[in-house]
């Protein structure tokens, strides 16, 4: 769990860079570039893959801690999706740090991205989206793929 100084970093830094959606946008698209990158260092850079997966799963963790609080204003329904999400990257972190594999870092790079994108949208986008049929999917929750 991180701490209540890391909480409030990342609160600081929500309130001085365009908003909390652009913060962690961002932050999900800088540790798929991250993860990305040590794909293809490996198996030499086996530092920068555990870095890589590292830093997501502490990006995971604040969100999940920021989602779980009683004070997060996102429906129940979304909230449940995302700690679902969170549960996910937590294992497929585990898994690919217990045996270093590029394709195991494929998904997380994916769920960040799509996220991401999900983040960036515009509100008029999300309204236009709402008519759009559900897949069941909590990935589906962030909006078009952006492979």
Do not use: C, H
Not at 29 to 55: C, F, H, I, N, V
Not at 95 to 115: H, Q, T
């Amino acid at each position: 769990m991180p701490n209540s100084s890391q909480i409030g970093a990342y609160a600081r830094t929500q309130n001085t860079s365009g908003g909390p959606r652009n913060t962690e946008a961002r932050a999900l698209t800088e540790a798929a570039r991250r993860m990305s990158e040590a794909q293809q260092g490996l198996p030499s850079d086996e530092k920068a893959y555990q870095d890589a997966l590292r830093l997501n799963w502490r990006l995971w963790t604040i969100i999940q801690a920021d989602v779980s609080s009683p004070e997060n204003p996102l429906p129940p329904e979304i909230k449940s999706n995302i700690i679902s999400l969170s549960i996910f990257v937590d294992r497929q972190t585990l898994s690919a740090l217990g045996d270093p594999d590029p394709a195991k870092m494929d998904v997380l790079i994916n769920i960040n991205r799509n996220i991401a994108a999900g983040l960036m949208q515009s509100p008029e986008d999300e309204q236009a989206g709402e008519n759009a049929p559900e897949s069941g999917d909590p990935v589906a929750i962030a909006g078009p793929t952006s492979a």
